[in-house]
């Protein structure tokens, strides 16, 4: 197990720093190019404890040269430093390159984990009644089925490329569990092959994606239909006591966002949640070059019923989103440390699932992907009108004219309420209009 550690300098020593840094991944891959120095501080460092490493870059950049949104981000001054040798760097020596004054963070690998909603599989039938009713989803069809020049990307546990309900829909995916330089032993699947297919093992990103986009052969049709789906796997299936956890290295994750931005993005979802453990809050630099490409970002809250903060739905410029039940109030489960955004139906959600099958789960994880269809709905209708929304716009159409479930104008777990569609697409045609 080669350990990899992760580094962020002050942009006052690049000209410092060696020229021609391979991206990790491509490092991985193929280890033509091999810079075994970083800076002669940290060099003497490892030096004095004999271990050997390899300098590469955490991100990759998007064109020949970093571009502004990029360095404004501060993702070329990321580095990923892999250890040659199996074991663990002691921690004396990570805090002696923490107190380096140009270092700005230096960390291991951060494995954050969350919580699968427990999905029930087997002889179901379409439901009777579809909770996109619940949010007015037919009127706001009325105006458009999404267009396929619209992506969303599923930064999730990949998908059943084979589900006849998402039978061209997938445009474009990509696999970023890679879990090495960590104990994989509690692992189930693939974790170790980057360039792996990102198949879903575990179903709950195939859920997700059903909500989406599903044509609705034996479920409801999905919230943007017409839409383009983007599969990105950034979660494994990792044995937790009794139960199943999603779990994936949050950088790689960063990783993923940055891969669905560069590659034409205009909606994210991420149905996951990680707590902060120290350190600079989880994904806050890539989420901030996301949102300087006009990228939307809609993430769940959680499902631990609590004040808990998860992220990225705890980051600013994040929707986060609560889940309701059948009848339109919030659920016990809807954790609310997260500035929610808006609620939407994640109850008792019937979608697509493993070996071309259909289940039923519950949790803001399906609540999640309502929004962020919605948000490619609304993102679609301005593509026909030949303009783009902004993520302000997108905010000011959720804040007006979702429905209130308290007296207040944003509560604490309901946000500024339940989305109601029909509103939200008269405000839109107003404001394209």
Not at 98 to 110: A, D, E, N, S, Y
Not at 285 to 314: C, F, M, Q, R, W
Not at 376 to 386: P, R
């Amino acid at each position: 197990m080669k350990e990899h550690i992760i580094i962020k300098v002050a942009g006052s020593i690049r000209d410092q720093l060696p020229a021609n840094i391979p991206y990790w991944i491509d490092f991985i891959n193929d280890k033509t190019t091999v810079v075994e120095r970083f800076h002669p501080d940290v060099d003497r460092i490892f030096n004095d404890v004999n271990r050997k490493f390899w300098t590469t870059r955490e991100y990759k950049q998007h064109t020949a040269d970093w571009s502004a949104d990029e360095m404004h981000a501060g993702l070329h001054l990321t580095f990923r430093i892999i250890l040659q040798e199996d074991g663990k760097l002691p921690d004396e020596v990570v805090q002696r390159i923490g107190h380096l004054p140009f270092i700005v963070q230096v960390r291991t690998l951060l494995l954050g984990t969350t919580e699968f909603p427990r999905e029930v599989a087997g002889a179901f039938t379409m439901a009777v009644t579809d909770p996109g009713d619940l949010i007015y989803l037919p009127y706001a069809k009325e105006w458009t089925r999404g267009v396929k020049d619209v992506r969303v990307a599923v930064l999730d546990t990949g998908a059943n490329f084979s589900h006849p309900e998402l039978e061209n829909k997938i445009v474009l995916r990509k696999n970023f569990v890679d879990l090495q330089g960590l104990d994989t032993s509690e692992f189930i699947g693939d974790v170790l092959n980057i360039d792996a297919m990102p198949e879903d093992q575990v179903g709950h990103g195939t859920h997700v994606s059903g909500i989406l986009a599903a044509k609705g052969l034996k479920m409801n049709e999905g919230v943007c239909p017409s839409c383009s789906l983007m599969v990105v796997r950034v979660l494994a299936a990792m044995k937790s006591g009794n139960r199943i956890v999603g779990a994936g290295i949050v950088d790689n994750i960063n990783n993923g966002i940055k891969w669905a931005v560069d590659h034409g993005a205009d909606v994210i979802n991420m149905s996951l949640g990680i707590k902060h453990s120290g350190g600079g809050l989880p994904h806050e630099d890539i989420v901030k070059y996301a949102l300087s490409k006009n990228v939307t970002i809609v993430a769940a809250s959680g499902n631990d019923g609590t004040d808990e903060k998860y992220y990225p739905g705890a980051l600013d410029g994040v929707f986060a989103v609560g889940a309701v039940d059948g009848s339109g109030q919030v659920t016990g489960f809807t954790s609310y440390g997260a500035s929610i955004t808006v609620v939407a139906p994640g109850s008792n959600i019937y979608s697509s699932f493993l070996n071309n099958g259909y289940a039923l789960s519950s949790g803001t994880s399906q609540a999640s992907p309502f929004v962020s269809g919605a948000v490619a709905l609304m993102k679609s209708l301005a593509y026909e009108k030949g303009r783009k929304l902004t993520n302000t716009d997108i905010n000011y159409i959720l804040r007006n004219t979702s429905d209130r479930l308290t007296s207040k104008v944003r509560d604490q777990k309901a946000g500024y309420g339940l989305l109601n569609l029909a509103d939200s697409f008269k405000l839109l045609n107003a404001i394209l209009s």
